[in-house]
């Protein structure tokens, strides 16, 4: 079990008349619909119109389902099914996390999945025999933490950001960012708090974040996705300065700073995957993202 802690101070929390208390700072943390509400009114506030744009763009992609079988089947793409090109990618990427990164139980690992979205990793982590705690800022009944009702697993659910995460120090085996560390807006303070939560042998793993060779296609990435959204949707969604890609100096850099070694390993998407660098500079277009399983550990 991963001890939990307040997300504000950092203290032990007692069980109180139904909801978590810190005895330390005085805040009182419940539980609405199954899920834990960790993220305190003024970070809520904060992340109220990231939150509010996000969930809009991703329903309007056709992202939610009225049949459970689509989200049990995840990352399994439902054939003729919502986004079923992206979901046979994650597909191979998350083949590669079981094969790489975390096999089987036992040993059963305690592991974080932090910007969780629907959960899907934390259901296929639960079929694999582990404990995992599903973490996001959405708790949408179709796109965030809601939407983890349709697993056959129970786990739990816990809403708060990726900074704050309400968990001891060294409680966990594995933090994994599934898609979203992206989502930080300073790298450095993100792992930070990965590493508080991590126990001394603990590994984060980082899978499906777009990487860039270099800055500055990173940067165009950007810059076309808020004006792509602003035409598609009417927001450029970009009312928090989310970093959005890394690069491998990103990587290294973070590696020196917080004392880390990055494991890579990499996935085959198929031939048409492999040939857009060659295409984009046939095209002379910018340098497409590629997609590399990341393993950090403590050096
Ligand atoms: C692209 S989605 C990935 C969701 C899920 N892991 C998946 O692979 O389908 C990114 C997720 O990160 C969450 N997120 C963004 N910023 C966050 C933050 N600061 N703290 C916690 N979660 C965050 C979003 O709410 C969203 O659910």
């Given at each position: 079990m991963i001890d939990l802690a307040c997300p504000s101070c950092r203290r032990a929390l007692c069980p109180h008349a139904g909801a978590l208390l810190c005895t330390a700072c005085g805040a009182e943390y419940r539980q609405v619909d199954g899920i834990h509400r960790f993220l305190p009114a003024e970070r809520a506030a904060h992340f109220q119109a990231f939150l509010a744009d996000y969930t809009a763009i991703r329903i309007a992609e056709g992202?939610?389902?009225?049949?459970p079988g689509y989200f049990r089947r995840l990352p399994e793409p439902t054939p003729g099914g919502p986004l079923e090109s992206q979901w046979e990618l994650r597909r191979r990427s998350w083949t590669t996390v079981r094969r790489r990164a975390v096999g089987p139980a036992p040993p059963a690992l305690e592991v974080v999945d932090i910007g969780a979205g629907v959960g899907w990793l934390s259901n296929r982590l639960a079929d694999l025999g582990h404990h995992p705690y599903a973490v996001d800022l959405s708790v949408d009944?179709?796109?965030?933490?809601?939407?983890?009702?349709?697993?056959?697993h129970s786990f739990p659910r816990m809403q708060a950001e990726m900074d704050a995460m309400p968990f001891g120090d060294g409680s966990a085996d594995v933090v994994v960012f599934n898609a979203s560390l992206?989502?930080?807006?300073d790298y450095h303070r993100t792992l930070v708090e990965a590493l508080r939560v991590l126990a001394p042998r603990g590994r984060i793993i980082v899978l499906d974040s777009p990487i860039y060779r270099h800055t500055a296609a990173g940067e165009a990435m950007v810059a076309e996705r808020r004006l792509d959204f602003e035409r598609?949707?009417?927001?450029?969604?970009?009312s928090l300065p989310s970093i959005g890609y890394l690069t491998p100096a990103m990587l290294h850099h973070l590696a020196g700073s917080l004392g880390l070694r990055w494991r890579r390993h990499h996935t085959w998407y198929g031939w048409a995957w492999a040939w857009r660098p060659w295409q984009a500079r046939l095209r002379s277009q910018r340098a497409p993202s590629r997609f590399t399983v990341l393993v950090g550990r403590r050096a």
């Open positions: 992202r939610a389902s009225a049949d009944p179709d796109d965030g933490l809601g939407a983890a009702r349709h697993f056959e992206h989502y930080s807006c598609r949707f009417g927001t450029r969604s970009d």
